[in-house]
């Protein structure tokens, strides 16, 4: 398939700068693909289309304060966006300016941290190595930055706003956003009817954002992302998934870490590993049975996947219709339900 195949104009005014209060007072786009429908709500309205018995799958990963901004040692700027931890000191990393960090480039950010290139990346990025005095994690507390998207100018005050309030695995490099609507009420009020919730942990890292610049889909390699499906969760899925009850993936990642954590036959087994799995259209979904999103970005490998569950003319129709009814679009954006996959 055509990268083109998943373009859509998209006006810069509907990109959210910043999450609306409460979280779950965003809107909410109800998707049908079955029977080719389209509601609009309130994101507090979610347990209206959740039936008793469903389960919904969260991904519990924590974002960590990944942009590090530092000085070469002739005084050039430079950034250190990390992306996964290696071992106790060494990270891979996307760096700017990357041309001019070679190996055995130190970068310096302040007196208590600097960090050496060690290596390259099949992917463009370094291998970095910290060097320290003091706890790491204390560290980078206080001299990261949130890792925001590019396309997010406005500053954002308070940092739990992009985190999800469940979140407790530190380690990614972006927020599941899909997550960022749910409130302590509106949890508290789906598991009063029924909802039943497991925890994943999927470290959001390249693989997830980074953009595809190859012209035919097929042709685009994932980056490796690590995941964990704790024995708890599967037992949860294989479960509903023996009694005729919906499994409910909140987020891409979520989606994406149960589709590889699945055997050929659907069930999903406990344990951790990596991922590079692609979804897009023709994929054949083992365990997913309905979706919570948010808008994603056009050629996007999140709208592709969207798309794979909901199909292509039918998300394609749903995004143009969003920005006809002027949704808020991508992290800090409104959020999509689909109900069932074709």
Known sequence: MDISDFDYDLPEERIAQLPVEPRDSSRLMVLDPSNHTIEHRRFFQLGDFLKQGDVLIFNDTRVIPARLIGARDTGGKVEVFLLRQMDKDRWEALVKPGKKMRIGSVVHFGEELSCEIVAHTDFGGRIVRFIYDGIFEEI???????????????????????????????????????????????????RRKGIQFGFITLHVGLGTFRPVHVDTIEDHVMHSEFYSVPTDTAELIRSAKKDGRRVVAVGTTSIRTLEAAASSTGTVEAGSGWTNIFIYPGYEFKVVDAVITNFHLPKSTLIMLISAFAGRAFTLEAYRTAVAEKYRFFSFGDAMLIQSRQ
């Open 140 to 190: 980078l507390d206080r001299l990261g930055n949130m890792p925001l998207p590019p396309y997010i100018h406005e500053k954002l005050e308070d940092r739990e706003r992009y985190q999800t309030i469940y979140s407790r695995v530190k380690g990614s490099a972006a927020a599941p956003t899909a997550g960022l609507h749910f409130t302590e009420l509106l949890m508290a009020e789906l």
